[in-house]
């Protein structure tokens, strides 16, 4: 004969009205002494309320969710027969009162150690059934350290099918397994490492490739893009700008100036009026110090223009265009980009940028994003300027109009000033005269 005994809380310190996360039993599972039934947490831990005594759940009679203190009812157990060998002959404890205290952090693990002892004593009990045998509809039966230790490992318990615990409880050694197991399986496809590099991959099993060395440029400009790509939180504003009166200008201004050897493209009107626009806005010609609680403004405008060179990328510096006018800077550009493509620049020459210019426009192109060249922290790119219909309150004109993409640092500038800036820029380039005062 067995009889049916209320299990309650038992006095669990300070904690009432505390909330249940978590039924670790099912209707029909057999429980040895200390085995996890509920677990219950407050604001301030979480613990398990272990089993009084062994027995057979045969009702549960709260659900996860529910309030409980101190004497609240949450199940009945069928205790085996008086005369059974496992039940303890002196246990009181089918008096509510008697129950031990709840398991601890610590003592969880001693109480998964002790499930694991307990596994063959009950083998030959009778089957009953168990709701998570096979199934993964509810949480995963496992205690706080478990769970706690699964998630600080970004394990999900629903990938762990079958805990080796009783009744499938998930077991720390389960969570360490999987994780070893998962470890050692091959990768499903090319990945890379921690770097960003790829990882060695056999792409001639598919086809037939050919490997080509990158230069030493190609291999430092990689490496200085990722960290640029991979530190600072981009954005970028795109804006167009009308530039059919400017090109009018050049192109006049190319007749009379051919004879001294120089030629104007835009490019150089715009670092121009980009110069300007950094005397503006300061914060645009600046680089966010190591410590990032201070920005450092520079008083000096040198401003980087990307170069496309045979070997790879190049970014020259032009020092000082607040003191240089707009031809001086179209010689000093198509010497430097000479040099560089040569292979005769200086090192110098390549430092001290305050802010870089990107022209794809003498290739092609809509629109592009940018990547900053850091430490600096803003960088505008042109794309091609083609003819379109603009309209002029009264008739649509074909217009110039050169597509701009200013990519900045969010960490620097907002992007209310990057709109105040490229707005302020177009100005400056729509009407050149601007760039005189
Ligand atoms: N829209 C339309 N036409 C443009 C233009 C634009 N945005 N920019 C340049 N052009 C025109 C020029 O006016 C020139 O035409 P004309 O001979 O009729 O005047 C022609 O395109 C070729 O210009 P250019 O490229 O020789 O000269 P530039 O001063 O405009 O640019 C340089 C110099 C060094 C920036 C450029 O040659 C270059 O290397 N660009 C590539 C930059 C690059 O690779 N950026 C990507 C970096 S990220 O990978």
């Avoid at 640029?228 to 970028?236: A, G, L, N």
């Avoid at 626009?277 to 680089?287: E, G, H, Q, V």
């Amino acid at each position: 004969m067995s009889k049916s005994t209320q299990v309650v809380i038992p006095d669990i310190g300070d904690f009432s009205n505390v909330a249940i996360i978590d039924l670790l039993v099912s209707t029909g599972d057999v429980v040895e002494t200390n085995d996890p039934l509920v677990t219950l947490e407050s604001d301030k831990a979480a613990m398990d309320i272990p089993a009084p005594f062994p027995g057979v759940v045969s009702q549960i009679q709260v659900k996860v969710g529910d309030r409980v203190s101190k004497g609240t009812s949450i199940l009945l157990m069928e205790q085996p027969s008086a005369d059974a060998k496992s039940e303890p002959a002196n246990k009181t404890s089918h008096d509510p009162q008697s129950i031990d205290s709840p398991t601890t952090k610590s003592e969880l693990q001693s109480t998964n150690k002790h499930q694991k002892n307990t596994l063959n004593e009950t083998n030959d009990r009778p089957a009953f059934h168990s709701e998570s045998v096979g199934t993964q509809t509810r949480p995963p039966h496992a205690s706080p350290s478990v769970r706690k230790l699964a998630r600080e490992l970004g394990v999900n318990l629903l990938d762990i099918k079958v805990g080796s615990g009783k009744n499938n409880r998930i077991l720390t050694d389960d969570v360490q397994q999987f994780v070893k197991n998962e470890l050692s399986k091959p990768p499903r496809a090319p990945q890379t490492d921690q770097s960003g590099q790829m990882i060695d991959t056999d792409y001639s099993q598919w086809g037939d490739i050919e490997k080509i060395s990158l230069t030493r440029i190609q291999k430092v400009a990689a490496s200085h893009v990722t960290r640029s790509w991979t530190s600072i939180p981009h954005v970028t504003h795109h804006e167009e700008i009308d530039i059919t009166a400017l090109d009018d200008f050049r192109k006049s201004m190319n007749n009379e100036i051919a004879t001294q050897g120089t030629r104007l493209t835009i490019l150089p009107f715009v670092m121009k009026a980009v110069c300007t626009a950094l005397i503006k806005f300061p914060r645009f010609n600046s680089t966010l110090a190591n410590d990032p609680k201070e920005l450092i403004l520079k008083k000096y405008f040198h401003v980087g223009f990307a170069v496309d060179t045979e070997k790879g990328l190049m970014v020259p510096v032009i020092k000082d265009i607040d003191k240089k006018g707009v031809a001086e800077i179209a010689r000093e550009l198509a010497d430097i980009s000479k040099r560089a493509r040569s292979g005769r620049i200086r090192p110098e020459e390549l430092q001290g940028g305050c802010f870089t210019i990107s022209s794809l426009g003498g290739i092609g192109g809509e629109a592009f994003t940018p990547i900053i060249n850091i430490p600096e922290v803003a960088i505008l790119g042109l794309s091609k300027a083609k003819i379109k219909p603009i309209w002029t309150n009264t008739e649509f004109k074909p217009r110039l109009i050169l597509p701009t993409d200013l990519s900045y640092d969010h960490r620097v500038i907002d992007g209310a000033s990057a709109a105040r800036f490229l707005t302020f820029l177009q100005k400056q380039l729509e009407d050149v005269r601007r760039i005189l005062l």
